[in-house]
């Protein structure tokens, strides 16, 4: 029996210094070819030594890995644009390239060197690992909850990860491997560079970087953009929770799609898809196919295809197979490199970033409630996570997201986002106060930039250019989709869509 790989469905978040800490002078940069691996193309790379503490700067040193695609045209020249994919966990020594093939202006190109990096914990940086098995590398985002005793056995799970977290090689840097920490590396990238602010472009979990970067450093902000955003807290307990209101809020796309092709035979209305796929779901949790597809793992897959309109082809095929009795083709996207790593890496992260509830009666009353609330995802959303279990504290309070800094943040938001809801970007934007403006696309999926939204982009790509923004936040309509190159899709949906 092959069990269909969870990975391919998912390929699935204080001061300007630390206080009383004194800002080291920037080391300068040695630049060269970039790592095998780093295959876009116009790319040269360095490393930069950080503090592993930044409470301790002439202690433990970890290395940054840093990538560059430079400006071609010096008189157009503004300075720097930091980009990060995503994940938490996710590489971004290859985004630069990446970038500029998905059709990254030429005005933003010729205005920038853009720069890339693996953070702090992640790739050709001080890597870090919960020496995770092939079976447990899978998605971090739990499955499904039938009930209580789910919860539990969940949970023992989620212990013995922890477990494994505690007693890697790269345990030590359990509580240093943070958001806020990895915010403070990239003002030693600008400080290196010789910039006196940064402009950034973050994805997915990259927005809550970006926004804890701009609180940390407001004066060294320059044009901060950010695509399909995280709520103020980032991905803890609630904003994981959160991914159950995007599962409903994507849903409806998909029953359109399963409408208007009637050969998949998945329903003739919307309400007979949605009764589709708890049918479906009910089935495979009595027995599972002979792949092994359960109820659970289906409902993941599912959620995983919503990230993009190019895979609703396929969750469509695999709907009709599994209601037909035939094995589901394979996932699109194959198994994901470093995926230890990514994954590892994105618990370090998000365990380190905030308190989890310890109590695993918690996590049974959450989904208990979330399975009422939103019944199609809310019991894997509110599920255990490591984080639970972890064995080291935060070292610090998350950082608190507010209104005190220039108004610098433009934010593009789709009205119908799996893992970053609507209803987060908005907590983002009122926390942001006047500081930011939202431009929201009324399309689906993940990710707005460089999709199939003409005004979203433009917008963006005028306030990276120029530093114009909507004087008011903007609401976008509907347009028709237009293509869009594979590499860009390989990345701008980011390795865990976070």
Known sequence: MRRISLVAAVAVVVASVVPGVAQAAPAALTWGACPADV???????????????????????????????????????????????GGPGGPGLNLPGLLKLAGLSQSVLDAYDIIGFDPRGVGHSTP?????????????????????ADVAVRAEYAKGVARQCGASPTASMLPYVTTANTARDMDRIRAALGEPKLSYFGISYGTYLGAVYTTLFPQHSDRILLDSNLGPGGLDVTGSRMFAQGFEDRFPDFAAFAVAHPEYALGTTPAQVRAKYFALAARLDASPNSQGVDGKLFRQITFGMFYSDRTLPYLATAWHALDTGQPIPPLPGGQIPGIENLLSSQLYVVCGDSDWPESVWAYQKNVAVDRLRHPMFGAAAANVWPCAFWPSDPVEPPVRIGDRGPSDVLMLQNLRDPATPLAGALRLRRAFGDRARVVTADQGGHGVYFNANTCANDAATAFLATGVRPARDLACAAEPARPVPTDALRVLGSSLGM
């Open 39 to 85: 295959t876009a193309p116009g790319l040269e790379c360095s490393t930069l030594d950080v503090p592993l503490d930044y409470r301790k700067p002439d202690g433990t040193r970890i290395r940054v890995a840093i990538s560059r695609l430079k400006s071609a045209n010096p008189a157009a020249r503004r300075g720097i644009l930091l980009t990060n994919p």
């Open 128 to 148: 870090v690992t919960c020496d995770l098995t092939p079976a447990q590398q899978v998605s971090n985002v739990p499955p499904y909850a039938l009930n209580p």
